[in-house]
Structures are given as C-alpha cells and as structure tokens.
C-alpha cells in the first residue's frame, strides 16, 4: 500500500497536460534528484519515480494525474514534506 496516494483532477487536454508533466518532472529530477521513466501510452502516460528511501508512480491521462509513493524507512518521518512538495508542482503545472 502506497503511504502517499494523490489524485488530480484537470481541464487540460491531454497533449498540453503531458507537456506539463513532462516539465514538472525534469525540475524535479533537477531539484530533488529523481531517476524517472516517463512512457507515452495513446490514452495514458506512466511514470516510475525513484529515489533512495521513494518509490513511486504516476498515471496521467486527459482528465487526471494519479501519484502513488512508498516510502522508506528514513523518509516515512518526511511524508507531509514529500506529499506537499508534490502537490505544490501539481498545482503549478497542472493547476
């Protein structure tokens, strides 16, 4: 079971929305150092998100982004920190 699960919903339509997600993915990967595998899919995107003590996914589609992280040990005392980061750079590109 995932200790973060956050869903979104979006009014872009889904080619702008995966550019969106595809910019907020490389300043996380910037920011905070993640490993990401973004794969386009006709109806849905996915994502695998890695970092030491994190492990997640993510699933956009033309109407919402769906994250789901587990997270290890040492991070577990972060999860306010990690989710509010995360929905921050929602709000921001997907707004």
């Not at 003590?53 to 033309?62: E, F, R």
Request: hydrophobic share 35%.
């Amino acid at each position: 079971m995932a200790d973060i699960e956050i869903e979104k919903q979006h009014s872009l339509d889904f080619n702008t929305a995966r550019e969106q997600a595809k910019k907020w993915l490389e300043s996380a990967k910037e920011k905070y150092g993640i490993d990401a595998n973004y794969v386009e899919g006709e109806n849905e995107d996915n994502v695998t998100i890695s970092r030491k003590g994190i492990d997640g996914k993510a699933t956009l589609d033309a109407n919402k982004i769906r994250i789901e992280a587990t997270l290890g040990f040492l991070a577990k005392p972060l999860k306010g920190k990690i989710k509010d980061a995360l929905e921050s750079g929602l709000n921001k590109h997907l707004g």
